[in-house]
């Protein structure tokens, strides 16, 4: 696949709302929210609520911010929070790493 058509394709799969996909993700700053650095985008209030309630449930694939490792969290990953939103780790140990230093390890992207 050419590099313009991977990154049409990443495109039109990142703005979808990840809790409804039926709705396309809004560009408004209001209804978006971050995990692990990654920014996620809404259709609507109710399905931004219900992502912030759980948001491993619907994140998907992430990356630990301390070992660079991807994983898919769930309700029992060690979690940190962070100005911007939760981060999610695959170990302690790396949860411990990123709160000894939180601005080495934070991932930024803008929004």
């Known amino acids: 696949m050419p590099a313009a058509d991977f990154l049409l ?16 993700g809004s560009l408004d700053p209001k209804l978006q929210a971050r995990v692990n650095g ?6 609507g209030v109710e ?3 219900r992502f912030r309630r759980d948001p491993a449930r619907w994140c998907g694939i992430l990356r630990d911010p301390v070992s ?3 994983f ?8 940190a ?8 780790f ?3 140990s790396t949860r411990h790493a990123f709160r000894s230093d939180p601005a080495r390890f934070a991932i930024h992207r803008r929004g």
């Open 47 to 49: 399905t931004l609520r």
């Open 81 to 88: 929070e962070a100005a911007d939103g939760p981060y999610f």
């Open 90 to 92: 695959l170990s302690d």
């Open 72 to 79: 898919v969290p769930n309700r029992f990953s060690p979690r």
């Open 9 to 24: 394709e990443h495109m039109s799969r990142a703005l979808w709302d990840p809790v409804d996909p039926t709705q396309i």
């Open 68 to 70: 660079g490792e991807r």
């Open 38 to 43: 990654e920014i996620y985008r809404f259709g």
